[in-house]
């Protein structure tokens, strides 16, 4: 493993939010698809499940999706951003079946507070161990999603085992049509 269990958990479940806005659309339209999401990556804590909640994870996910395309440094202001202004204050917590793992926010913060301060722990692990190049986006030519590669030896290069196997598939008859 390369990160802390926890950390790896919300880089991936931070590229699922972004992906949520990408290649298919709006994928968190209203505060069901919203409870499905929190649902399936286990978000525990309060939830107001109405509409400003809803447009403050949209505007957390267009914040975090800058990530992909920034510099070192301006990832560093980003993080230190989401820290300073929900008052982050690390600790360690064990829950629900989950390990030790960090939680800087109280559970009665805002869902997209405590969405935002944990990937900004996780992204300030990732800057410390100089691994920025790990946030990239799918090959996949008709793919606009992203992905961190977690993988041992730099080597993931789609976001889904769909893109994946769309591209492998196609590049498998483009060579059958060749020969
Ligand atoms: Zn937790
Ligand atoms: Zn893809």
Redesign the pocket.
Same mark, same amino acid.
């Given at each position: 493993m390369l990160f802390a269990h926890?950390t790896e958990v919300s880089l991936n479940a931070t590229a699922a939010l972004v992906n949520t806005a990408r290649s298919s659309g709006e994928e968190l339209p209203d505060v069901a698809a919203l409870d499905a999401f929190v649902a399936h990556w286990r978000w525990?804590?309060s939830r107001t499940r109405d509409q400003a909640e809803l447009d403050a994870v949209r505007d957390l996910r267009t914040r975090l999706a800058a990530l992909w395309d920034m510099t070192e440094d301006e990832a560093v202001v980003l993080v230190n951003t989401l820290l300073r202004d929900a008052s982050a204050l690390p600790q360690l917590?064990k #829950?629900?079946g989950?390990e030790y793992?960090i #939680?800087a926010t109280s559970p009665d913060a805002p869902l997209a507070d405590r969405m935002a301060v944990d990937a900004a722990m996780a992204f300030a692990d990732v800057i410390r161990a100089d691994e920025l190049a790990r946030l990239r986006c799918c090959a996949a030519l008709d793919c606009a999603d992203v992905l961190v590669d977690l993988s041992k030896n730099r080597s993931r290069r789609f976001c889904s085992l769909t893109c994946a196997n769309r591209v492998n598939v196609a590049a498998y008859r483009s060579r059958r049509s060749a020969s």
């Open positions: 926890d525990t804590g917590v #829950h629900d989950w793992h #939680h």
